[in-house]
């Protein structure tokens, strides 16, 4: 009996890039925040249907402090009528913002801080079957305050901001009792990160 292909054979493993022919792309919906698009594309030797929201793109930022605490905020979200925990996070919706530098923008707007230290922790597609949202994942290290505080509204103005132990995270993520994505890819990730570089 063989064990299968090592680890190693896979190592090169990727998404890969794929681009059907779009007979035709329209506007089904603008919208204040993203748009719809509905296309119809050449899949195949037939034509499929699709309809998804246009997104901007975004940032999230998994900011550690020196005890290994993760800095979570929790806040009303309409579509799932819960105030969820999550990472500090943004739209990459300002003209020509590098993702890195909308981080370090949406980590002080949201939780009046910033880091010394910033590296690209992991990057992952929201939704891919509903929307091309492509979020970027910062590690964010070296944690100190700002010297002014930010206005907050709307959902914003009650966030709770909690400084938690990277594994009490990982444990709610893994028992069911944290379910946003973001969160639990960026808490698992900052977790291995620590694991290999101990």
Do not use: C, K
């Not at 603008?30 to 998804?52: C, F, L, P, T």
């Not at 999230?60 to 819960?82: F, G, M, S, T, W």
């Not at 709610?172 to 694991?195: E, K, P, Y």
Request: hydrophobic share 40%; charged share 30%; proline share 4%.
């Amino acid at each position: 009996m063989t064990d299968g292909p090592s680890t190693d054979a896979f190592a090169e493993l990727r998404d890969e890039s794929f681009e059907p022919e779009i007979l035709r792309s329209d506007l089904a919906y603008e919208g204040a925040v993203w748009n719809v698009r509905d296309d119809r594309v050449r899949y195949g030797d037939g034509e499929i249907r699709r309809q998804y929201v246009a997104h901007t793109g975004a940032v999230a930022i998994l900011a550690l402090d020196d005890q290994e605490r993760v800095l979570l905020i929790q806040q009303y979200r309409h579509p799932i009528r819960h105030r969820d925990w999550e990472l500090p996070a943004g739209l990459l919706d300002v003209e020509g913002e590098e993702p890195l530098e909308a981080a370090r923008r949406e980590l002080a707007e949201e939780a009046d801080l910033v880091a010394a230290h910033w590296e690209p922790l992991v990057s992952s597609w929201t939704t891919p079957g509903g929307n091309d949202e492509l979020i970027h994942v910062f590690l964010a290290t070296g944690i100190s305050t700002t010297d002014t505080a930010h206005d907050r509204e709307d959902e914003e103005a009650d966030i709770r901001v909690e400084w938690v132990p990277l594994t009490a995270a990982v444990d709610a993520v893994l028992a069911g009792r944290m379910r946003n994505g973001i969160l639990s890819i960026g808490v698992l990730a900052a977790s291995q990160r620590l694991r290999d570089r101990s």
